[in-house]
Nanobody
Framework: QVQLVESGGGLVQPGESLRLSCAAS????????IGWYRQAPGKQRELVAG???????NYVDSVKGRFTISRDNAKNLVYLQMNSLKPEDTAVYYC???????????WGQGTQVTVSS
């Protein structure tokens, strides 16, 4: 079992940056694929960035060149560096840990990111 806790959200102006952190507890964290997801009001949750247990990385097109995902397996942490934030990035951001299949088996509680002038 893995427990996930996100932090680092907040209110920022367009063009500013935030770094989200996902802290994991439990065994075998390095064996999970980790994704950062977001859900805006009235919209479905979407995968923003993912990093596999092998280190492969993917991003949704809308954040490519602005967001960077990374993981530190020694510290059981996954980060999402978000630069040049836009109002459309406003959402609750979740990290999810996936052992198998398409959908993560474990989720954090989410952290709110609001981009507004």
């Amino acid at each position: 079992q893995v427990q996930l806790v996100e932090s680092g959200g907040g209110l920022v102006q367009p063009g500013e940056s935030l770094r989200l952190s996902c802290a994991a507890s439990g065994a075998f964290f390095s064996r999970y694929d980790i994704g950062w997801y977001r859900q805006a009001p009235g919209k479905q949750r979407e995968l923003v960035a993912g990093i596999t247990r092998g280190g492969s990385i993917n991003y949704v097109d809308s954040v490519k060149g602005r967001f960077t995902i990374s993981r530190d397996n020694a510290k059981n942490l996954v980060y999402l560096q978000m630069n040049s934030l836009k109002p459309e990035d406003t959402a609750v951001y979740y990290c999810g840990a996936r052992w198998a299949g398409v959908t993560p088996q474990y989720w954090g509680q989410g952290t709110q990111v609001t981009v507004s002038s």
